[in-house]
């Protein structure tokens, strides 16, 4: 914006004195700049009205210490606290192991007393299962009631009988029963969470897989190996006559989408001079370990 300011040319003439007025011109003068005569007062002056310039810089330095010492206690004090917690977590580590032992559940009682016992628990340590033979039941830990009256036990062969257990290594609970007419029927117990008002609870789940045969003729398993991956299954099986059968089974895609089941069986028995007591998989089932009764210890490559 611009103001106009009009200013007045007076001058002389021959006839005498007087005054000669110019037309009136317009000058152009930006809004803002002080008009002559008129007093102006800068920030700095005006603030050295009211402190000094020693008030004002002894105002601005404590100002900046204040939050660099605020700054740095706060940084000292973040890391006294991450030495308190990491001393608290290795503190344990020296300490001498304990056990306190609970009062004990429990389980509902069998027809027949069991072959083979398996237990499991779930990663928040709330949810146990006992695997008796083909019974299971579930346990709540902390509790004083057993997980029948809760979750009903339920008889997971009810056409046959349950002569081994085995548990596969690795994470989750993937499970295998050998049967006395030498089937392997797996079995995946899984664990989900839920909230109602603010409040966790465990449900768990059973899924059967499909029955595999332990070896081409039908005889009771006395010991069992299992381990399973997204793309394969593999057992080892000692049968009642001390053969010791390793059965895999492998998914195949077809050309049309589906998947079908591809089993290779291989007897281990001539490979072991002893009798075998004990038999494990590794992780991956790509080893298989088999200790004898002399304490000798067999493993294969698979």
């Given at each position: ?33 002080p ?43 973040c ?5 308190v ?22 389980l ?35 509790e ?5 009256s ?7 062969l ?6 081994a ?16 007419d ?58 009642q006559?001390?053969?010791l ?5 492998r998914?195949v ?5 589906t ?18 007591t ?25």
């Amino acid at each position: 914006m611009f103001r106009c300011v009009y200013g007045l040319n007076v001058g002389r003439t021959d006839e005498g004195q007087r005054m000669n007025v110019s037309p009136l011109t317009p000058a152009p003068a930006l809004q803002g700049e002080p008009s002559p005569g008129r007093g102006h007062t800068s920030a700095p002056t005006l603030m050295e009205g009211f402190f000094t310039r020693r008030q004002i810089r002894s105002l601005t330095d404590g100002v900046t210490r204040f939050i660099i010492k605020t700054g740095g206690v706060s940084i000292i004090l973040c890391i006294l606290g991450m030495c308190v917690f990491l001393v608290k977590e290795v503190i344990p580590l020296f300490l001498p192991t304990q056990a306190n032992l609970k009062e004990p559940i429990t389980l509902s009682q069998l027809k027949n007393p069991a072959v083979s016992t398996l237990i499991g628990i779930d990663e928040h340590q709330e949810l146990a299962y006992v695997l008796r033979d083909d019974s299971l039941e579930f346990v709540f830990i902390g509790e004083n009631a057993a997980a029948i009256s809760k979750v009903p036990s339920r008889g997971l062969l009810p056409d046959g009988t349950v002569t081994a257990l085995a548990r596969g290594l690795g994470k989750g609970h993937n499970l295998a029963l050998g049967t006395g007419d030498g089937r392997i029927v797996p079995v995946a117990i899984e664990f989900t969470q839920d909230f109602h008002d603010q409040e966790r609870s465990i449900a768990p789940s059973v899924k059967m897989g499909t029955p595999i045969a332990a070896a081409p003729t039908p005889q009771p398993i006395t010991k069992l190996a299992y381990q399973s991956t997204d793309s394969e299954m593999r057992v080892a099986a000692l049968l009642q006559d001390q053969h010791l059968w390793l059965t895999t089974s492998r998914s195949v895609s077809r050309p049309d989408g589906t998947t079908a089941a591809s089993t290779t069986q291989v007897d281990l028995t001539s490979n072991i001079p002893g009798q075998i007591t004990a038999l494990t998989l590794a992780s991956r089932g790509e080893l298989l370990a088999v200790g004898t009764a002399d304490g000798k210890v067999y493993h294969f490559d698979l």
